[in-house]
Structures are given as structure tokens and as C-alpha cells.
């Protein structure tokens, strides 16, 4: 049909638009949150590209759903607010018949969102965890910060002034103590030298001097030695095992599916629901975009919103009962969806007869249904 390729024709320029902008939008706020973040110190600098990508793509669904959901109803509304819409009626193709091309149109989102969503999300977060555990187990100077008091495991360490190209510093200071005994190491250094090549820190002091004893204790032995060194450990031993429920995004679509853990079933639902969710949606945008070219005012857009958070928090809702086991999967899954279709069916033939109010119609339906 000519309507058919038309429409799926504008429909795709449309959200080629519609998907450039809000990914503009959404690369903008991760930067600038994300910027925040590592001024904070909250993230090291060496991962700030690696958690704005795997932020992004963590996003994409929803980014997508509301591409395919707006695409539609801008151009649906622009038919109807340059009078393109009451010439197809006119022509006997009514709104019933738009579901076809829309369908057709939101079938490759739909297609594109299930493998984002039970495969290639699941997939990069898994890998990025992965790539965060390898940066944090090799050797950093991210502790070193001159001219500040830093921890250390028993102690405290100072540095007067550090050149992060040599790795070189001036006037060092620490003091460790012994936890058992309660023996101190007080240790104070012109100058020394940081390597890393090793795989651990190796800490070299030169012209150092060091004191050893016990706290309000005079027998305490000093040390003037030309050259010490200490060695710290890599943070491999610092690993921890991984709580599965608490990693859920990370586990792939398998192992959701052959669970029968609430927690993860509620997952499993999430990542089905984004997909059902987009083609819904779109559907959805048939009725709401009835527009009438003698009024101005056009309230679309913001019911358009409205729909969207009601839906998509009906849905996390929905997430939370599965996974306190209030409610069943099956009935988690499809509960808001049927909801929300029957609602736009609803809609959808209350603008196929619109002369009568909305609640008068209301009426007649459910009093054509009963009987």
C-alpha cells in the first residue's frame, strides 16, 4: 500500500532524527555527571571512558523505546495537524489500518532490543567488571597526594613533593605500628623513588633515617641507613567473592531463564518488558495523536510523557513484587502489558467514534461488552 511505504518511509528519516538528539542529550549528562564524579575522586580517571560507554549502552533501551514511541507520534500528529490524516480516512483507510505500518516499523526496534537487552548489556557489563577488577589489581600511585597525611594499613605515610613523570619525591614520612605488639616504625627520608615495574609497589628511600621501639619508651633504636625499601601489595589479595543476586545485571539471559530465584526473575521480566514495552507504545501513539488543525493548543507531547512514566513505573513495580515473590513471573510479565494494551485498544476506538464525550463512550462500551 502507497500509506504503508510512506509512513514507514517518515517514520524511519524521523528516528534517525529523534535518536541523534537524545543521544546527544544523554552522552552531554553522563560527561558532565560523570566529570563531577572523577573531580570528586569517586572514579579514577583510567576508568571515566570505560563507565560513559558502559553507562550509555546500559541506557540504549530506553533510548531506543523512546525513539520508536516518539517517532511515531510526531509523525502521526504532523498528519493530523496538516489535515494529510482526514484525507486518508476520507479515503477508507482507517486508524485500524495504521497498525499494520506500525508495526512494521517498530518490528526492528523490537528485534534490536532484545538483543540489547537479553544479550549485548548483560555482555558489556559483565566485561566491564571484568576490566574495572584488572585496573584496580594493578600497582597505581593514586594514593600518593603530596603534602597530605595518607593511610596505609597500620599507618599513615607523607610526602612533601612528588613528580608523578619520575616518580620522584622529597622529604618522605611515615609511621607504621605494629597492631600485636604495639611495636612503632617511625621512618623519615630526604628523597626516594616509587616503581611499579614489578607488578607491586616498591617504595625506594634514600638518606633515610629510622626509629624503632615502643610507645613512652625510651629504649628505642635509630637506624641511619643510605637506601630502604618497601614493598606493597597489589590488590589481588583484596578480591572478594561475587554475590550473584547483587551482580544480577551482569549474569546472562541462560542462567535468568534457568533460575528460580525471585530476584533474578524479576531481572529476566526487566529485560523482556523493554521490548514489549516500545511495540506497545507505539500502537499507543495511534489514538494519541489525534490532533485538531482548528485548535492551536495541542497537549499530545505531555499526556504522551505522562503515559510513558506511568507505564514505565508500573512496570519497576511490577520488577519489585516478582522479586519479593508477592507475585508469580508469568503474571509479573504480562500483567502491565495487557493492562496497557487493553487501554489503547480502548483508546483506539474511541477515536474511530469521537463525537460522543469520552465518558459517554466509556458507557456504551462496557455496555456493549457485558452483553
Same mark, same amino acid.
Not at 207 to 226: E, M
Given at each position: ?39 570528586? &575522586? ?35 500528529? &504532523? ?133 624503632? &621501639? ?117 503474571? &509479573? ?39
Amino acid at each position: 500500500m502507497i500509506y504503508q511505504r510512506q509512513v514507514i518511509k517518515e517514520l524511519s528519516i524521523n528516528s534517525v532524527g529523534i535518536f541523534s538528539i537524545l543521544l546527544i542529550i544523554l552522552l552531554f549528562i553522563q560527561f558532565v555527571n560523570l566529570l563531577g564524579q572523577v573531580a570528586r &575522586g569517586l572514579i579514577s580517571v583510567d576508568l571515566f571512558a570505560t563507565v560513559m560507554s558502559v553507562s550509555t549502552i546500559a541506557l540504549l533501551p530506553l533510548l531506543l523505546c523512546v525513539t520508536c514511541y516518539i517517532s511515531v507520534l510526531n509523525v502521526l500528529t &504532523g498528519y493530523w495537524h496538516n489535515s494529510e490524516m482526514i484525507v486518508w480516512l476520507s479515503s477508507g483507510v482507517s486508524l485500524k489500518k495504521w497498525i499494520i505500518p506500525i508495526s512494521l516499523f517498530s518490528l526492528p526496534f523490537v528485534l534490536v532490543l532484545l538483543f540489547l537487552t537479553l544479550y549485548l548489556v548483560p555482555f558489556i557489563n559483565d566485561k566491564s567488571f571484568q576490566y574495572s577488577e584488572y585496573l584496580r589489581k594493578q600497582p597505581s600511585l593514586d594514593f600518593i597526594e603530596q603534602g597530605v597525611f595518607m593511610p596505609v594499613p597500620n599507618g599513615v605515610i607523607f610526602v612533601e613533593e612528588f613528580d608523578p613523570k619520575t616518580n620522584d619525591f622529597q622529604s618522605f614520612f611515615s609511621h607504621i605500628a605494629d597492631p600485636n605488639s604495639g611495636k612503632f616504625e617511625i621512618t623519615l627520608a630526604k628523597r626516594g623513588s616509587i616503581d611499579l615495574d614489578s607488578g607491586d609497589v616498591k617504595i625506594t628511600l634514600r638518606d633515610a633515617n629510622r626509629y624503632l &621501639g615502643y610507645p613512652n619508651r625510651v629504649d628505642f633504636s635509630i637506624f641511619t641507613v643510605p637506601k630502604v625499601e618497601y614493598f606493597m601489595q597489589s590488590n589481588e589479595s583484596e578480591v572478594k567473592d561475587i554475590d550473584l543476586l547483587t551482580h544480577k545485571d551482569w549474569l546472562p539471559s541462560k542462567m535468568l531463564l534457568s533460575s528460580k530465584d525471585p530476584i533474578l526473575e524479576s531481572t529476566l521480566m526487566w529485560r523482556l518488558s523493554i521490548p514489549i514495552m516500545a511495540i506497545i507504545l507505539a500502537l499507543f501513539a495511534i489514538p494519541l495523536a489525534y490532533n485538531n488543525p482548528r485548535v492551536n493548543r495541542n497537549y499530545n507531547i505531555i499526556i504522551a510523557v505522562v503515559v510513558f512514566f506511568i507505564y514505565q513505573n508500573a512496570l519497576i513495580l511490577m520488577r519489585n513484587l516478582i522479586a519479593k515473590e508477592i507475585i508469580g513471573f508469568w503474571p &509479573g510479565l504480562f500483567t502491565v502489558h495487557s493492562i496497557m494494551l487493553f487501554v489503547t485498544w480502548i483508546f483506539l476506538q474511541y477515536r474511530l467514534a469521537p463525537k460522543a464525550g469520552f465518558l459517554s463512550f466509556l458507557r456504551t462500551f462496557f455496555r456493549k461488552e457485558v452483553v
